[in-house]
């Protein structure tokens, strides 16, 4: 009996010092940390019927027709700009404009719809922010209603996927806001 109570301690022994592990424990969740510099302006100017300030870490590409891309390589984000001369088709630019827009609300949580006006340079339009797992998180479209239509959208060269890209899509929609107030017609 003694010896069998012997053995019995011993694996009980046995098992209490091979189960004195640590627990396996999942590591916390983490966040990437993107910091991007302070935005700093420079005015772009060209032949096109407007200019405006855009942030001097970005690069113009492809000029063509008064339409270019504003390229952020470190954020792998592109503001597309379209020009349109007018002639008497407003309704149908704001029509294309909205549409384009609203073509995301598929995947969008939600479409904020803020309008600019700004008398004094004659530019009006509206600036959208679309909240979700849309292909584009910004848009706008700004005119004088009589000669010129310009629009602009973000778009991120990565799965749309909003939590991700937000810190950059932030910084780029504030871009695209200085763009649209600083807009002149020529």
């Known amino acids: 009996m003694l010896k069998k109570t012997i053995s019995i301690a011993s694996i009980l022994l046995a098992l209490t010092v091979l189960s004195c592990k640590d627990d396996v424990l999942p590591k916390p969740?983490?966040?990437?940390?993107?910091?991007?510099?302070?935005?700093?302006?420079?005015?772009?100017?060209?032949?096109?019927?407007?200019?405006?300030?855009?942030?001097?870490g970005a690069v113009i590409k492809g000029e063509k027709d008064c339409g270019f891309a504003i390229a952020y390589p470190k954020m792998k984000a592109t503001i597309y700009l379209t020009y349109k001369p007018v002639n008497g088709n407003i309704d149908k630019l704001l029509k294309d404009a909205q549409k384009l827009t609203y073509?995301?609300?598929?995947?969008?949580?939600?479409?904020?719809?803020?309008?600019?006006?700004?008398p004094e340079k004659?530019?009006?339009?509206?600036?959208?922010?679309?909240?979700?797992?849309?292909?584009?998180?910004?848009?706008?479209?700004?005119?004088?209603?009589?000669?010129?239509?310009?629009?602009g959208s973000v778009y991120f060269y990565a799965k749309p996927n909003f939590d991700s890209v937000m810190p950059a899509a932030s910084y780029i929609k504030n871009d695209m806001q200085r763009l649209m107030e600083t807009l002149k017609w020529k």
């Open 29 to 56: 969740g983490s966040f990437l940390r993107l910091d991007y510099p302070e935005a700093k302006y420079v005015h772009f100017e060209n032949n096109c019927p407007f200019s405006f300030d855009m942030n001097e």
């Open 103 to 118: 073509e995301h609300v598929i995947k969008a949580d939600d479409i904020l719809e803020q309008p600019y006006l700004n």
């Open 122 to 151: 004659k530019v009006f339009g509206m600036f959208y922010q679309v909240d979700g797992n849309a292909a584009t998180n910004s848009q706008f479209y700004v005119t004088d209603s009589t000669k010129h239509f310009l629009t």
